[in-house]
T-cell receptor
Framework: GAVVSQHPSWVICKSGTSVKIECRSL??????MFWYRQFPKQSLMLMAT?????????EQGVEKDKFLINHASLTLSTLTVTSAHPEDSSFYIC???????????FGPGTRLTVT | QKEVEQNSGPLSVPEGAIASLNCTYS??????FFWYRQYSGKSPELIMF????GDKEDGRFTAQLNKASQYVSLLIRDSQPSDSATYLC???????????FGTGTQLKVEL
C-alpha cells in the first residue's frame, strides 16, 4: 500500500483561532488529495478535492473561505480551519489518490476540538 | 435515492464463519469499486479494489462485482474478532476521480 501522514493527530484550540492541518503522501506522488470530515458515528463527508497547483474544488455547503486548502506540491496539502468555532470540532481526514487506479489512501486523521 | 447503499448492520457472525457484506450503487457508468475497513476512532484503510465483473481474491477477502445488477460485495472468510469494524463501500463514477462512499456496515465477529 501507500503511506499518508497527517499532522497534528489531535489539536485543541480556542474559539476564533485558526488551525492548520498538514497531509503528506510519503512514498508516492499524489496529484489529487481529498479532505473529509467525520462526526461521531456518522459517515465520511467529502469537503473538498485538492489538485496540485490549482484551486481546490469544494463540495456544496462547505465554506471555502473558512476551510482554506493549499496543495503546493505533489506530496503536501494543507487544510486551514479559520476562525474556528465549537461546531467545527470533528475528525478531519485527508486522503491521497493514485492517478491511474484512483484508489485513495487515507491519513490517520486529525481530531480537532474547539473550546 | 442514495448513490451508494449499504446495510448499516450490525452484522454479527461467529468466529471462523464467512461474513458477507453487500453494496449497491446507482450510477451505471461507475468504473471502479473499493472496500475500506474503518475501526472505531481511526481512519479508513483500503482492503481491496475491483474493476471487472467477477471475483477478486486477496487472502481471506474476496470482492465480487456484478455491473449488470449494480452490486458489489465483500466476503471475509474465517472471520476473526479483529475483523470487527465498519466496512465502507466506495465507488468511482464515470467522470472525475472522487469516490462516493456508502455509510458503512458494522461487522461484529463474536467468539
Amino acid at each position: 500500500g501507500a503511506v499518508v501522514s497527517q499532522h497534528p493527530s489531535w489539536v485543541i484550540c480556542k474559539s476564533g483561532t485558526s488551525v492548520k492541518i498538514e497531509c503528506r503522501s510519503l512514498d508516492f506522488q499524489a496529484t489529487t488529495m481529498f479532505w473529509y470530515r467525520q462526526f461521531p458515528k456518522q459517515s465520511l463527508m467529502l469537503m473538498a478535492t485538492s489538485n496540485e497547483g490549482s484551486k481546490a474544488t469544494y463540495e456544496q455547503g462547505v465554506e471555502k473561505d473558512k476551510f482554506l486548502i493549499n496543495h503546493a506540491s505533489l506530496t503536501l496539502s494543507t487544510l486551514t480551519v479559520t476562525s474556528a468555532h465549537p461546531e467545527d470540532s470533528s475528525f478531519y481526514i485527508c486522503s491521497a489518490s493514485r492517478q491511474v487506479t484512483y484508489e485513495q489512501y487515507f491519513g490517520p486523521g486529525t481530531r480537532l476540538t474547539v473550546t | 435515492q442514495k448513490e451508494v447503499e449499504q446495510n448499516s448492520g450490525p452484522l454479527s457472525v461467529p468466529e471462523g464463519a464467512i461474513a458477507s457484506l453487500n453494496c449497491t450503487y446507482s450510477d451505471r457508468g461507475s468504473q471502479s469499486f473499493f472496500w475500506y475497513r474503518q475501526y472505531s476512532g481511526k481512519s479508513p484503510e483500503l482492503i481491496m479494489f475491483i474493476y471487472s465483473n467477477g471475483d477478486k481474491e486477496d487472502g481471506r477477502f474476496t470482492a465480487q462485482l456484478n455491473k449488470a445488477s449494480q452490486y458489489v460485495s465483500l466476503l471475509i472468510r474465517d472471520s476473526q474478532p479483529s475483523d470487527s469494524a465498519t466496512y465502507l463501500c466506495a465507488v468511482k463514477g464515470g467522470g472525475g476521480n472522487k469516490l462516493t462512499f456508502g455509510t458503512g456496515t458494522q461487522l461484529k465477529v463474536e467468539l
